[in-house]
């Protein structure tokens, strides 16, 4: 639901000055256009569209936030319209687009007293503590004069440093008097971006503060808890309410890539973010999966990413918002099954994936009887194995203890020790990524069978090494119940 938040305006008085106030809004991507074609210009000769963009240049060249320029006029009160009192904010909710203009009232509404200014901001309720701003207006007083200088405070007021402010309202902050800042409530002599202002900036669009980053690979797995001493998202976006504790990690992607992300927890209501290394949203999960657990399946460009495991401040679907939780990440679709080996004992350097699905979309572990599972996994061998001759297996391990193979007619017989565990299929030029189909449309009911859990093993062996079998040491594991 769109949140109408109103920016304070600035006022034409005198100002004692100066540390940055963010006022709880984020653009989502750390940048925004605003459309404009001002008319006119100020008795100094300088156009209103000049200083217009000059300040919004200001903001991009000296912040970590971008502002950039469409020019053509779109109308700051377009989707808004007086209310019953004629003030405060006005009715409606705008147009999706930022205008800036001069006007004789606040769309319908009267200006406070010896207001010059006003930014109208509409924001949408956000996930970590913050309102995504995703409109912003600057309508400025008709009624006062103005020109363009630079220097101390004249008569007549500066529209540049009064554009200066209220794009920082735009940005996202507040105002700020116990320091000196052109953020400050109130106009003054100050005609340019301040320390204050820009360190205010960076605080929301400039990256993660002191908070600790992990680096991550793709086809690993993360094994960790959100607990007391990690840091919280306020921390970590160094503003906003989100008191929920977050751990963050570092992904380098050289190349465009389709990443599997799945969050799983038993204990967390899991929600997964996946920002750019400024922390600007890129994608966000926190239920996909129908059990409270998290899953991203995306294509990202090259580039460097933060993944955020975090939780909910008070959960409201599953346990908590302590506790353990695992991270895959997958260039896959399937998710990764980490600990790979060989019958021999030695760490494998194969990557297998599989998974259990109802719908082709969402891995899950446990289905209802009358859900119809498809069973799926892939084996990416070691890249010294690639065009060899091999040989691959499947097991199948039920909660009784019972023993099943697949063999090479594709049914799964029982076996009395994994020695005995026949072939189910043969390759003379082992590739890069070998794809099976484990189980095809299973359905409990079918067998009358409403309690069961079952683990799949996949694995393969070199015609070199027959008796060394390569496979996942976590297994595809799921129940019917």
């Known amino acids: 639901m ?62 970590d936030f971008n502002f950039l320029l469409n020019p053509s006029y779109v109308d700051p009160c377009s989707g808004f319209n007086a209310n019953d009192s004629n003030e405060g904010f006005p009715d409606g909710g705008g147009d999706g687009l930022n205008g800036a203009d001069f006007t004789d009232d606040v769309c319908g509404n009267a200006y406070g007293l010896r207001v010059l200014a006003i930014t109208l901001s509409i924001a949408l309720p956000g996930n970590l503590g913050f ?208 600990d790979a080996r060989s019958a021999s004992g030695q760490i494998s350097k194969s990557i297998f994936h599989g998974g259990a699905t109802s719908d082709g979309i969402a891995y899950k572990s446990s289905f209802l009887p009358s859900e119809a599972i498809d069973v799926t996994a892939s084996i990416q061998p070691d890249l010294t194995h690639v065009g060899e001759g091999a040989t691959f297996y499947v097991v199948a391990l039920l909660d009784s203890g019972q023993i099943l193979a697949r063999n090479d007619s594709g049914k799964y017989t029982k076996i009395s020790k994994l020695a005995n565990i026949p072939a189910f299929s043969h390759t003379d030029n082992l590739q890069p990524e070998e794809p099976f189909t484990l189980i095809s449309n299973l359905k409990g009911e079918s067998f009358g069978v409403t309690n069961l859990a079952i683990s799949f093993y996949v694995g393969y062996s070199l015609d070199s090494e027959p008796s060394d079998i390569y496979f996942n040491g976590t297994a595809i594991s799921f129940s019917i119940e």
């Open 2 to 63: 769109r949140r109408p938040v109103l920016a304070l305006a600035i006022l034409c008085l005198s100002f004692t000055a100066w540390s940055f106030n963010l006022d709880g809004n984020r653009w989502p991507e750390g940048e925004t256009t605003f459309f404009v074609d001002i008319p006119g210009a100020a008795p100094s000769g300088v156009t209103w569209n000049e200083a217009f963009e000059d300040s919004m240049a200001q903001w991009t060249d000296q912040t």
């Open 131 to 338: 309102a995504l701003v995703d409109q912003t207006d600057i309508v400025f007083n008709n009624s006062f004069d103005w020109d363009i200088y630079t220097g101390p405070r004249r008569s007549e007021v500066d529209f540049r440093r009064v554009a200066l402010h209220e794009l920082g309202h735009s940005v996202g902050l507040g105002h700020e008097n116990s320091a000196p800042a052109m953020m400050a409530s109130s106009i003054g002599d100050i005609d340019a971006l301040q320390t204050d202002d820009i360190t205010g900036a960076n605080a929301l669009y400039g990256g993660p503060g002191d908070c600790e980053i992990s680096d991550l690979s793709i086809n690993t797995v993360v094994d960790n808890a959100l607990e007391e001493g990690d840091c919280a998202v306020l921390e970590l976006y160094a503003g906003g309410q989100d008191t929920s504790f977050v751990d963050t990690y570092r992904l380098i992607l050289e190349e465009e890539t389709t990443l599997s992300i799945i969050m799983e927890s038993a204990v967390l209501d899991s929600v997964l973010i996946v920002t750019d290394d400024k922390l600007n949203g890129v994608d966000f999960d926190d239920d996909s999966t129908g059990n409270c657990d998290a899953l991203i399946n995306s294509t990202f460009p090259a580039g460097e990413y933060l993944i955020l495991a975090n939780t909910y401040d008070t959960p409201f679907k599953c346990n908590g918002n302590t506790g353990g939780y695992k991270i895959s990440i997958s260039d896959n679709a399937l998710p990764i099954l980490t």
